[in-house]
C-alpha cells in the first residue's frame, strides 16, 4: 500500500531529477514555513486564552472558535513541522520515505477538513443567531454545538484514514465533495444572513416604541452583526487560501506533471498553512473582546519581561471599539 502511495504521490512531489530546479522555491517554502509554524502556535494559544477569558460571547459561538483555535495550533504543531522536514531532505538532495508522505497527508487532510467544516458550522451557528434571534438560545444549546464539534473531528478522522486502506483517491474525492457542498451551504447562509439584517433592520425602525429602546435594540442587533462579519471574512480568507491548491490537484489531473505545476503547488501547500496564522489576526482586527484578551496578554508578557518600563494603567479599563 505504501508503495502505491509514493508512486500516487510522486506526480505532487519532487523528484531527484527536479529537486535542482526546485532549489530557490523549495529553499523560499522552507524559511516561510519556519516562521509560519511559530506565529500559528503563538499566536493561536493567545487567541485561545483570550476566546477562553471572553465572557461576553455566547458559549455556543465560544467553542466553535475555540475549535477553529485548536485546529489551526495543530496545524503548526504537526502539519506544518512535518512538511518542514520533508523540505529539508529535498534540499539535502534526498528522497523522504512513503511514511513520511503518508504521514503528511493524513495529518493535511485531517487538519484541513476539521477546519473547513467549523468554519461551515460556526457560519451555520452565525447564520440561526441572526435568523432565530429570540429562540437562538433555546434551539443552539452549548451541549449540541459540542456534539457537532465531537462530529466534525470523527468525520475528519475517518476522511483522512482512509489513506492507509489505499483508498487516497475516494478520500480526495470526498475531501472535494465535503469542501464545495461546505461551500454552498456557507454562501447560502450569508444570503440569507444578508436578507434577514435587512428585513430586522427595518423592523426596527418602524416599531412604534420609544427612542431609547429602539437605540437599545439596534446597538445588540449590531454587536450580532459585527461578530457575524468577522466570521464571513475568515469564511473569504480560507477559500482564498485552499483555492490555489484544488486548482492545483485538478491541474495534475488533467495536464499531468510538470516543473511549473510542482511549483505552484509547493506554493499552494504553503499557503493553506498561512491561513492557521492569519485567522488569529482576523479575530484580534475584528472580534473587539478577543482583542482585549489578547492586548491584555501581550501586556501582561511586557510587563514581566521589562518591569521597570511598563507603569500599570489598568488595561481592563481601556475601551476599544470594533472596527
Not at 516562521?35 to 466553535?64: C, D, E, G, R, S
Not at 452549548?142 to 486502506?165: A, D, E, G, P, Q
Not at 456557507?186 to 412604534?208: A, C, D, E, W
Not at 429602546?213 to 487560501?241: P, R
Request: hydrophobic share 45%; aromatic share 12%.
Amino acid at each position: 500500500m505504501n508503495g502505491l502511495y509514493c508512486n500516487e504521490s510522486s506526480q505532487h512531489y519532487p523528484s531527484i531529477a527536479d529537486f535542482k530546479d526546485l532549489r530557490p522555491t523549495i529553499i523560499t517554502n522552507c524559511i516561510f514555513n519556519s516562521f509560519l509554524t511559530y506565529t500559528a502556535i503563538m499566536f493561536n494559544i493567545v487567541t485561545i486564552y483570550a476566546i477562553h477569558k471572553a465572557a461576553t460571547i455566547a458559549k455556543p459561538l465560544k467553542t466553535l472558535l475555540l475549535h477553529l483555535a485548536f485546529s489551526d495550533v495543530a496545524v503548526g504543531l504537526f502539519g506544518q513541522p512535518l512538511y518542514i522536514s520533508l523540505l529539508i531532505k529535498w534540499l539535502r538532495m534526498e528522497n523522504p520515505s512513503c511514511n513520511a508522505y503518508l504521514i503528511l497527508s493524513i495529518s493535511g487532510a485531517l487538519f484541513s477538513l476539521a477546519s473547513s467544516l467549523g468554519v461551515v458550522a460556526v457560519s451555520m451557528e452565525r447564520f440561526l443567531a441572526v435568523h432565530l434571534h429570540l429562540r437562538y438560545q433555546e434551539l443552539v444549546t452549548h451541549k449540541r454545538v459540542v456534539y457537532m464539534v465531537i462530529s466534525i473531528w470523527v468525520y475528519s478522522i475517518f476522511v483522512s484514514s482512509m489513506t492507509l486502506w489505499g483508498l487516497r483517491s475516494t478520500r480526495d474525492a470526498i475531501g472535494l465533495a465535503s469542501a464545495a457542498i461546505g461551500f454552498i451551504l456557507t454562501f447560502m447562509f450569508y444570503i440569507k444572513i444578508y436578507l434577514t439584517v435587512r428585513r430586522h433592520k427595518n423592523q426596527i425602525q418602524s416599531m412604534p416604541i420609544r427612542e431609547e429602546a429602539q437605540s437599545d435594540e439596534i446597538k445588540k442587533f449590531a454587536t450580532l452583526i459585527k461578530s457575524t462579519i468577522s466570521i464571513f471574512y475568515v469564511t473569504i480568507v480560507l477559500a482564498i487560501c485552499y483555492l490555489p491548491f484544488q486548482i492545483c490537484s485538478a491541474g495534475f489531473r488533467i495536464y499531468g506533471s510538470g516543473i511549473a505545476l510542482k511549483k505552484f503547488y509547493l506554493l499552494s501547500v504553503t499557503l493553506i498553512f498561512l491561513n492557521s496564522s492569519l485567522n488569529p489576526v482576523i479575530y484580534c482586527w475584528k472580534m473587539r473582546h478577543i482583542r482585549r484578551g489578547i492586548i491584555d496578554v501581550v501586556w501582561n508578557l511586557s510587563r514581566e519581561r521589562h518591569p521597570s518600563r511598563c507603569i500599570y494603567n489598568g488595561s481592563s479599563n481601556v475601551v476599544l471599539a470594533d472596527n
